[in-house]
């Protein structure tokens, strides 16, 4: 009784310092959510807005553009897939993984070649174990990802969007990564960046009704689409990524509450067989002692006969 009574005792002891460290965890992710909504909620006025002017210029021209022009035969796709350095957030990684499979699927059976672009140790440890083709990889920066994180992986994906597919270029830029709903809710969305669908966009837009103005492009319509390309490709990742860092540190803060509140019903539930196998110790002794004592007056009353 006293070697399962020790037993129990060391795994309190384990379950209480585990659960200090997911409380522990579980506030740092809490604190780190709220930055990350903040940063959300400043950026996506400036991709929305800039998405708006890229669709001004293209239905205010004729040019073709990479940015605004489909491909008649579309035969190569780039994917970029956003995930995290780290885990611990339940099923943040996989189901973004798996929306990003999910579409590979359907871009090969329309009969395109994807070339993979990932962003995080999660993501690119996946691939790597499966032994898939990765075109490029980024990490390191996942839970405060900044501007410049931002337009250094928008560099390689304009660059395939520019370059013809002969040539290893791609006609279509998808990207895949989780959508920061609420506290409770995170999804893993996919979006086609390139090229930009004029006639989604114009429906999605509030003003539906309103006229819109004529415009007059100097020195051209081609050189403002070219001036406007980067900067539209790297703002919707940028806030593609602070969408994905803020539903990350979501993700771990109801995962980090959940193992706390689980180790706290494991506490309570050792605690219980504890202390039965104490009182089961402490009956066996008495009853050792009680046993033992009859035993001795017994005896001191046959000495006496």
């Known amino acids: 009784m006293g070697a399962q009574l020790r037993v129990y005792k060391r795994r309190i002891r384990s379950v209480t310092a585990t659960k200090k460290i997911t409380k522990a965890m579980e506030m740092i992710a809490a604190s780190r959510v709220v930055k990350a909504q903040r940063k959300v909620a400043a950026s996506t006025p400036y991709a929305n807005e800039l998405t708006r002017a890229v669709t001004a210029v293209g ?52 009969g395109r070649e994807v070339d993979t672009y990932i962003v995080g140790r999660r993501g690119v440890a996946h691939y790597n174990f499966r032994e898939r083709k990765i075109a490029e990889q980024w990490t390191g920066f996942t839970d405060e990802p900044t501007y410049a994180d931002a337009k250094q992986i928008a560099g390689p994906l304009i660059e395939a969007i520019e370059t013809e597919t002969a040539e290893g270029g791609v006609d279509e830029l998808h990207i895949v990564y989780t959508e920061f709903v609420s506290m409770m809710t995170q999804t893993a969305v996919d979006s086609r960046l390139l090229p930009l669908s004029l006639d989604e966009v114009a429906e999605e837009s509030p ?51 959940s193992a706390t509140d689980n180790a706290g019903d494991l506490i309570n539930s050792l605690s219980r067989l504890a202390n039965a196998a104490r009182q089961a110790e402490i ?23």
């Open 59 to 110: 239905t205010g021209s004729n040019t073709e553009h990479p940015l605004t022009t489909e491909a008649k035969t579309p035969t190569r796709s780039a994917v970029l897939l956003l995930t995290s350095d780290r885990g611990l957030a339940g099923a943040f990684n996989s189901n973004a993984i798996k929306a990003a499979e999910q579409l590979t699927a359907r871009l090969e059976a329309a």
């Open 207 to 257: 003003a539906k009704d309103q006229i819109l103005p004529l415009y007059d492009f100097e020195p051209s319509a081609e050189d403002v689409l070219d001036a406007l390309l980067p900067r539209y490709v790297e703002s919707r990742i940028y806030n593609a990524l602070l969408q994905s860092a803020a539903s990350k540190h979501a993700a771990t803060r109801r995962a980090m509450k």
């Open 283 to 305: 009956t066996q002794e008495i009853s050792e002692i009680v046993g033992g004592s009859a035993a001795l007056a017994d005896a001191t009353a046959g000495s006496d006969k």
